[in-house]
């Protein structure tokens, strides 16, 4: 699990997101599952008690001590993000 702060930290899991173009199920908000080289992993975006922007993924990379932003957690935010933006215009 990691914390987003900014769209820094991000940018090389979008670039490889981006070159990958993996799929990405609606689970329900909030819960994706995208596709990964050994099938499919399980990617959470919640909201902390805070307001903090938390992502989890199931992958080796999500799941080590030091969690990286693996593509799987990016390629979910894009749609995350484009449907939480949406539940609040509508
Ligand atoms: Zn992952």
């Known amino acids: ?13 979008i670039i490889k997101a981006k070159k990958t173009r993996t799929q990405v199920k609606f689970i329900k908000f909030g819960v994706y599952s995208v596709k990964g080289s050994n ?3 399980t990617v959470k975006c919640e909201r902390g008690a805070h307001g903090e922007k938390m992502v989890s993924c ?3 990379a999500g799941q080590s ?3 990286l932003v693996c593509y799987h957690a990016v390629s979910a935010l894009a749609l995350h993000v484009g449907l939480a933006r949406q539940r609040q215009t509508a």
């Open 1 to 13: 699990m990691f914390i987003l702060e900014s769209a820094a930290q991000l940018e090389k899991a």
């Open 39 to 41: 099938g499919f992993y």
């Open 58 to 60: 199931d992958c080796k």
């Open 65 to 67: 001590v030091k969690p």
